[in-house]
């Protein structure tokens, strides 16, 4: 076990404090996602504004994009189980992601913007199944939803400061995209530094490392891991990319250089909420949680479908974040919770992958509908599987393991 997780539990420790590891993995998690927020809220309108995009493909490029992250989580998570270095993992993803946000200011085609998105992507999806399995190996159980829910609100807190400084760096260089998204080199390499020389990798004992697993020991993994799985993926396909958020904005006369604005909304109620939600989440039944925030996405999606102004959208933008907070740490705790300490790597790409099908499935759809029918069909259809996913969890009742 690891040092830092020993400290946080040995006798005379107080037991509410998190190792300095999981903060430095928060600030990790702070820095990229100033970057890739910045670079994500004005891509949308970089896209159709200055590439000539349509909504379909934008749709089709989040999906390809999302889902890469997801497929890309299987492999690094099971790889971390077995070399038992997750922090290596950490540092090679975080790094990907890092080298490739010069691309985007780069590019000149749809294609450019779609390799280093899709390069950036899978940086993502190496990083993120060991990241959030390293996390559940420095806290003791009983914390772990604090920890996700620390680590959460500071990569809400980069999600939301990285649109706002989209904002004010768009108004600096006169509505300049490209000028901007060098803005968001500077983070991506503070992420990398940070998490090599803040974090430890954790005593291989934590999880068994070295065991040679195999297909087979998928089947170890416990039937209320798969509800898990289950549950995750139809509040994904409710849930589809975030870029139609932006796009809803604009579409209600928000100018590009005032756009990012629908994503500071969101993250700023996404990062408020993280944290309590992640230390309700260790005291609380999962769905004193669920339940909520099912129903917040639902009167977020409704909001959107029918909002005439901006105002009316950043509503449900903010709705939208605390649904995220209420959420997306409980399922991280929850994944951790069901899966055997030498799958959890696994386990998380697994979760992962799942998802990400149904976000590549949602955002095409999303994309479609929004192409036949408008933005408020797209909307409504989310709402439509975020009332799937509240039934199904208020008929669901738990059986003890």
């Not at 989580?73 to 038992?84: M, P």
């Not at 294609?111 to 190996?137: C, H, M, N, Y």
């Not at 899966?339 to 499935?361: E, H, K, Q, V, Y």
Request: aromatic share 10%; with cysteine; glycine share 8%.
């Amino acid at each position: 076990m690891s040092k830092q997780h020993e400290t946080s539990s040995s006798p005379g420790t107080w037991k509410r404090t998190l190792p300095q590891s999981i903060w430095a993995l928060g600030f990790v998690s702070m820095f990229m996602d100033i970057s890739s927020e910045l670079v994500h809220s004005l891509l949308p309108v970089f896209l159709t504004t200055v590439l000539g995009a349509s909504m379909l493909t934008i749709g089709i490029l989040e999906g390809i994009a999302e889902a890469t992250v997801s497929i890309t989580k299987v492999f690094s998570g099971a790889i971390s189980d077995y070399i038992g270095k997750r922090k290596f993992l950490a540092v090679l993803g975080y790094g990907l992601s890092a080298f490739t946000k010069p691309f985007f200011p780069l590019a000149n085609t749809i294609g450019w913007v779609f390799a280093a998105r899709f390069t950036d992507r899978i940086g993502k999806g190496i990083r993120e199944a060991p990241r959030d399995a390293l996390v559940a190996d420095l806290v003791p159980e009983d914390m772990r939803g604090t920890a996700y829910g620390l680590r959460q609100s500071l990569d809400s807190v980069g999600a939301f400061a990285g649109p706002l400084l989209a904002l004010a760096f768009m108004a600096f260089f006169a509505g300049n995209i490209k000028a901007v998204l060098w803005i968001a080199v500077i983070p991506a390499f503070l992420s990398v530094f940070l998490l090599i020389l803040g974090v430890p990798e954790p005593s291989q004992k934590a999880y068994e490392a070295g065991k040679r697993l195999t297909f087979s020991d998928a089947g170890r993994l416990p039937y209320q891991f798969w509800l898990i799985v289950t549950l995750g993926s139809v509040l994904t396909l409710a849930r589809f990319s975030d870029a139609f958020l932006v796009l809803r904005a604009q579409q209600l006369g928000l100018s590009p250089g005032m756009v990012p604005m629908i994503m500071i909304v969101m993250n700023v109620t996404y990062s408020i909420f993280s944290y309590p939600a992640g230390k309700a989440a260790d005291k609380f039944q999962p769905k004193m949680l669920l339940v909520p925030g099912t129903l917040l996405l639902i009167a977020s999606d409704i909001v959107l479908a029918i909002a005439a102004t901006p105002v009316i959208a950043f509503c449900g933008a903010a709705l939208w974040g605390i649904h995220m907070a209420l959420t997306q740490g409980l399922l991280s705790k929850l994944v951790a919770d069901a899966a055997p300490a030498d799958l959890r790597g696994t386990a998380f790409g697994i979760f992962n992958l799942i998802s990400g099908g149904a976000l590549l499935l949602s955002s095409i759809i999303a994309g479609a509908l929004w192409n036949v029918s408008g933005a408020p069909a797209t909307f409504m259809a989310g709402a439509v599987f975020a009332s799937i996913a509240t039934a199904g969890l208020l008929i669901y009742k738990p059986v003890s393991r």
